[in-house]
């Protein structure tokens, strides 16, 4: 009965707001002649049309759009438009009286909390959150506030609750006790990185009626879990589980992987990232999982080619594939491998993997050329020419192809690969041989649909390179062109002229860039948002200042300490742009450093 008549209440509520909203417009009296055309316009479109506008923005473009006017106002607090709240991109203001007032306001509406990364968050704002009757999915991820009694909160509140992450977060064998109490209705369950689970938490979630319909888990860190914990939560929870990680458990062992052939017939994709235990053996035992479709095995010299070939013979629909740093898994396999639909295949850092092997995965899987998309050989040092031909000729469909630290490759190899004219994504990072010859037969090809391009390293690289990159290549969003030192500011006009849609650009290392190339940026390209100049030592501070400080795009930027810029010009920059991740060290930056 309360249940209703609080439903009642909010329709009333939201049919006045639509009421006064209309007319707001005459409301001369009480408004001045910018918010009465302000009104005049949002009334003309309608309150249908309005809220689906709205439902665009996020959590502070709301708050900012509802000081505009009082219809604005009236139009941001439509209950509809807080269904799904994501506050991870103000993360760090995030604190337990924000969510209090979201719960006050919007309690029955809200479906879709996310709090990832909100470290101020603690356990008062869970036991609000466990007010919100309909809640279906929840992020938690890094909440390190959130303890034992808050996750209790939450499932005994919310008892419709279909995901949850609790990843990083500070609880124990406590909570998987809840859980295997209360979250019948769960089906997405992180614990990742969770330290304080162990064996008997385990045993808690196993024999609980709760988590019997999990299709996402997460188990990836909790290293004080045992093979034998891990063999109850996979017998008990598997029936229908999709998705298992298992990443950063060093200890894994085989028995782990039998129990999942076995418990998990509907298995679709399953992670084991930095496993260093497991073998043959367990891996081998994947091929009764029929329906698998994506194994990702990282660092790992105990799988090898054996293995690979039972999966694939029993996984027929596998289309993702990822071995990274596994140099034993060259040792053969691939012909079968070749004969699933893979649309993404990984082999970073398998030093073995060879010509030969890349023959007779293309030589026997025929359907490769229609499905594979995606193709990461970066760290395979051994392959030559023959094989740079095999991708340019039998793999014509390839979107994304990353070719980083392939010695071999020089500006011949790069003209077989100007035949696939579908590509969007270049790596030829650490490629030295690569020289304006290849970057000419890069533009002469068109790449129309090309957006990203690594050629970091290539010291060979010119400005009359890029010249000629850019005459047939006009859709970079990302460049990355560190440590080619013989480029000069002609070089970033070129870039920015013709490719106005410039996201991303790594200059590092390249010392003879002045401040005309930041001049350049910030006057061609309207939506930069990332910019490496670590070790241009001729930039100025008043580049600084009055150019970089001015792009309000710009969210990313990477400094040199020591160079013609100080840190009191840095600390002035961030407090004037506080949305702006200012990157000021003597070091060299992580080469990621502008992913994301």
Request: charged fraction near 20%; proline fraction near 3%.
């Amino acid at each position: 009965r309360s249940w209703r008549k609080h439903t009642k209440s909010q329709r009333e509520q939201r049919e006045w707001l639509q009421r006064m909203s209309m007319r707001s417009e005459l409301d001369d009296d009480s408004h001045d002649a910018g918010a009465v055309e302000c009104d005049r316009l949002s009334t003309m479109l309608g309150w249908d049309l309005r809220a689906r506008i709205f439902s665009l923005l996020g959590v502070v473009d709301l708050c900012r759009c509802a000081r505009v006017c009082r219809a604005w106002c009236d139009m941001a607090q439509d209950p509809a438009l807080w269904a799904v709240v994501d506050y991870a991109p103000v993360h760090h203001r995030v604190r337990d009286d924000v969510i209090s007032q979201l719960v006050d306001r919007h309690r029955p509406i809200v479906t879709n909390v996310n709090l990832c990364g909100s470290i101020h968050v603690t356990a008062a704002s869970c036991a609000r959150l466990g007010d919100c009757c309909n809640l279906q999915d929840l992020n938690l991820a890094g909440c390190v506030g959130v303890t034992d009694a808050g996750v209790h909160d939450i499932l005994q509140g919310c008892p419709s609750l279909l995901a949850l992450n609790l990843a990083r977060c500070s609880i124990t064998d406590v909570s998987l006790l809840y859980l295997g109490t209360y979250a019948r209705a769960l089906e997405s369950l992180s614990l990742a990185d969770c330290g304080g689970v162990t064996d008997a938490g385990a045993l808690s979630l196993a024999t609980g009626a709760g988590c019997k319909d999990l299709h996402h888990l997460d188990l990836s860190g909790c290293v004080n879990v045992s093979g034998e914990g891990l063999v109850n939560v996979v017998g008990t929870c598997g029936a229908n589980l999709r998705t298992l990680l298992l990443n950063d458990l060093p200890a894994l062992p085989n028995i782990v992987l039998f129990a999942v052939s076995t418990s998990c017939p509907h298995l679709r994709s399953i992670s084991l990232h930095h496993c260093a235990r497991i073998s043959d053996k367990g891996v081998q035992m994947l091929q009764q999982c029929t329906e698998l479709r994506r194994l990702y095995i990282t660092a790992n010299h105990g799988v090898t080619g054996d293995a690979l070939r039972c999966v694939a013979r029993g996984a027929p629909h596998l289309h993702d594939l990822q071995l990274m740093q596994c140099p034993p898994i060259a040792s053969g396999g691939f012909p079968a491998v070749g004969a699933c639909p893979l649309a993404t295949l990984t082999l970073t850092h398998c030093p073995q993997f060879s010509d030969a092997q890349l023959r007779a995965l293309c030589d026997c899987g025929p359907r490769l050329k229609h499905t594979l998309t995606r193709l990461d050989l970066s760290g395979c040092h051994v392959l030559t020419e023959p094989s740079f031909h095999l991708i340019g000729t039998k793999l014509a469909n390839l979107t994304h192809l990353n070719l980083a630290g392939c010695t071999a490759l020089d500006d011949a190899a790069v003209e077989c690969l100007c035949k696939l004219s579908g590509l969007q994504a270049l790596s030829l990072a650490g490629c030295f041989e690569v020289s304006d010859d290849a970057l000419a037969l890069v533009g002469a090809a068109g790449w129309e649909r090309l957006t990203h391009l690594d050629v970091r390293g290539c010291a060979a690289i010119t400005d009359a390179g890029v010249q000629q990159l850019c005459v047939g290549v006009t859709s970079l969003r990302s460049l990355r062109l560190a440590q080619c030192h013989l480029l000069t500011d002609e070089a970033v006009y070129h870039v920015t002229f013709t490719n106005r849609l410039l996201q991303v650009l790594d200059l590092e290392g390249c010392h003879m860039l002045t401040d005309k190339a930041i001049t350049c940026i910030c006057g061609s390209c309207p939506y930069f948002l990332a910019l490496n100049v670590y070790g241009v030592m001729q930039l100025t501070a008043a580049a600084v200042q009055k150019h970089l400080g001015a792009m309000r795009t710009l969210r990313k930027l990477v400094l040199m300490d020591g160079a013609k810029i100080s840190r009191s010009v840095v600390k002035a920059l961030r407090a004037k742009r506080k949305q702006l991740d200012v990157v000021f060290d003597t070091r060299p930056p992580d080469p990621d450093v502008l992913i994301g």
